[in-house]
């Protein structure tokens, strides 16, 4: 009886060491595929991405998904999983992006935001991803303003903490500049007739126009050739991990792509508005 129940217990032992065993090589398993399906090197780290909660067509809210959409949204994405990292998104009004990357609050920052040389001394960018600019947008049946030589006198509203708003300031000294924290409200006013004309960066005035306005057009040339970078707080090891990761996606055609969904064929070139 003795020798009988010798026998099992060695037996139950036996069997454990096997199943530890065949435990330990499914879990190996998983372990190289997870890693295989990276594509940078910084190690599936989750990064808090901050970015504009409604700046058409970069980044807006999906009613239906619930969820931050758009272009600036897809590239980040793409940028992250290129480089092997995962994004979390916050939404805020503009100007709490600037001052979360000043403060180092998140990590990484991008909500169609023009590089400048005074951004630049207190935040880090990445190489510049989008060309844009500023346009004018007047009601429909303006015909006072065609340019922005007709500025003098009139009320122009724009989103506060913009470069637009900086550039009215400097070229624009006798028009009255209206500020707005959103720059839809910027619009609804227009098109109510409280203001003569907004001004604001191209590509997001000329989807208004098209999209969601039944009586704006735009006017004029487009202003002072900008483009975009994705920031980031000062010394931010980040930076070139991102750089190389928007590199390969301009030159695989993976850039192009999310470009052409939200805006098809490029209609100018602000290096030629200068």
């Known amino acids: 009886m003795k020798s009988n129940k010798l026998i099992w217990i060695l037996l139950s032992v036996l069997l454990s060491i096997l199943l530890v065993g065949c435990g330990t090589s499914d879990n190996s398993e998983d372990g190289e595929s997870g890693d295989s399906g990276d594509s940078g090197d910084s190690g599936g780290e989750t990064y808090t991405v901050a ?52 403060q180092g609050k998140y990590d990484i920052g991008i909500a169609g935001m023009t590089i400048t040389d005074e951004r630049a001394e207190t935040i880090d960018f990445s190489d510049p991803y989008y060309d844009a600019g500023l ?17 003098a006198g009139k009320v122009v509203a724009t989103r506060s903490g913009t470069t637009s708003e900086t550039y009215l300031q400097d070229n624009h000294p006798d028009a009255e500049v ?11 006013d ?15 005035v000329q989807y208004y126009v098209a999209n969601d306005a039944e009586n704006l057009k735009t006017v004029g040339d487009v202003l002072q050739g900008e483009q975009y970078g994705i920031a980031f707080p000062k010394d931010s090891e ?37």
Request: aromatic share 10%; proline share 2%.
């Open 178 to 188: 209206e500020t707005f924290p959103g720059i839809v409200e910027a619009y609804m």
């Open 190 to 204: 227009l098109e109510a007739g409280r203001v003569d004309a907004v001004m604001y960066d191209v590509p997001n």
């Open 51 to 102: 970015t504009d909660n409604n700046f058409v067509p970069f980044e807006f809210l999906d009613e239906e998904t619930g969820e931050m959409t758009g272009f600036d949204m897809d590239l980040i994405r793409a940028i992250a999983e290129e480089a092997g990292f995962e994004v979390e998104i916050e939404s805020m009004k503009f100007d709490g992006v600037v001052t979360g990357m000043q």
């Open 238 to 274: 980040l930076v070139e991990d991102v750089n190389e990761a928007l590199e390969t996606l301009i030159d695989n055609g993976g850039y192009d792509d999310i470009y052409e969904e939200w805006f098809g064929e490029r209609k100018y070139d602000t290096e030629s508005s200068e």
């Open 135 to 151: 346009m004018l947008a007047v009601h429909a049946d303006n015909t006072d303003i065609e340019s922005e030589d007709d500025l």
